[in-house]
């Protein structure tokens, strides 16, 4: 059985988790569409289908019509957790900054996942060989950019004409090097990518600058896999071929654990992201080079 310290110290913990997810986590929120429906665990995307105009007869005739379907996409949300312990003695001797610290390692945790969760849905898209670009042999251009955009631009804009594709360090720097890129501002809604990363708006596309940790390599994905890699593979996207759902803000509580003679502080959220649209996403795999510049 635990006991719950008191209601003030946990409201100042919960308030200072939030303030770190606002300005530090959840780094792809707001590039993705929301769910049209939960049920428990099933979240669904509702798609609508493709309809041709037929010529219209000079004589009064049935209509013809078009059998338009709404087709439903759906996924399975998925629980996540970042939790630790705080020994009592050590309440007494870490400042405020030291606790403030534990709470941003858990948001950051979380909010890693959270952006994971997008590249993994993309990464697992069945793409039509049109929407891959390189085979992470070469080097990333502008031309392979401008070619990644277009051919999601020649698929039909819907609703939204936001396009987003994150680029590692890397990749963003060799772009830099075209003056046409190097030279453009960031067009970009208010998201929380657009307050500290190095961003762009090129011929219609948001690209930005994000942690190599998110992308996947040859060498696989993780937080130190990019300082051996050769390639590496990221997604550009338009935001309602993109969907992610959760079915609550995260939450947070610390508890006394008498037997443990210790606090445990617990941070849980669920999620899942899912390719609504395949036609709505390119696939870029490029070598992980440093920039060189031309000569």
Known sequence: MTTEISAVNQTAYIKGVTQKLQSKGFFLRGTSREPDRIEGKICQWRVGSRGEATPLSPTIERATPMNLEVTPVEATLTDWQAADW????????????????????????????FDIMHMEALEGASLHASHVLGDGSTAITLVDVMDAGDVIKGEGILDSMDIFCPLPGRLFSKLKLYKEFSNSEWAGGDLPLARGADKVTWNGVHYFAAPNE???????????????AAWVQTQMYLKPALGFATSYSMKSKISWENQWTSYFCNNWMDGVAKVILPEGVSRLKFTFTKPVMPS
């Open 214 to 228: 998110m992308f996947l390599y040859d060498t696989g994905r993780s937080k130190d896999a990019w300082k051996t």
């Open 86 to 113: 705080v020994k009592f003695e050590d309440i007494n001797r870490i400042n405020f900054k030291e606790q403030d610290q534990i709470q941003k390692s858990a948001a950051h945790a979380l909010g890693r996942r």
